[in-house]
Nanobody, 112 residues
Framework: QVQLVESGGGLVQPGGSLRLSCAAS????????MGWYRQAPGKQRELVATITSGGTKNYADSVKGRFTISRDNAKNTAYLQMDSLKPDDTAVYYC??????WGQGTQVTVSS
């Protein structure tokens, strides 16, 4: 069983930055991709970014150039650095491992 604990969300002004963390515990996930999806009120959950165990990254077009995903396999943790945040980035962000295990979600609000 894999458990994920997310942290780092909050309220930030437009143009600001936040860093999300997703710490995984358990076994059998080191070879799996990790990443984040997000869901805004009234909208479907959408992909934000994914990183494979080998470090290959994939981003949604809406966050390319602004968000950076990384992972530390020794710490079983993934990170999402979010810069130049926009109000449209406001959502609950969910980290995942292999699209099987999910975190509890963390709220990101971008507002002046």
């Amino acid at each position: 069983q894999v458990q994920l604990v997310e942290s780092g969300g909050g309220l930030v002004q437009p143009g600001g930055s936040l860093r999300l963390s997703c710490a995984a515990s358990g076994r059998g996930f080191n070879f799996l991709a990790m990443g984040w999806y997000r869901q805004a009120p009234g909208k479907q959950r959408e992909l934000v970014a994914t990183i494979t165990s080998g470090g290959t990254k994939n981003y949604a077009d809406s966050v390319k150039g602004r968000f950076t995903i990384s992972r530390d396999n020794a710490k079983n943790t993934a990170y999402l650095q979010m810069d130049s945040l926009k109000p449209d980035d406001t959502a609950v962000y969910y980290c995942h491992v292999g699209l099987v295990y999910w975190g509890q979600g963390t709220q990101v609000t971008v507002s002046s």
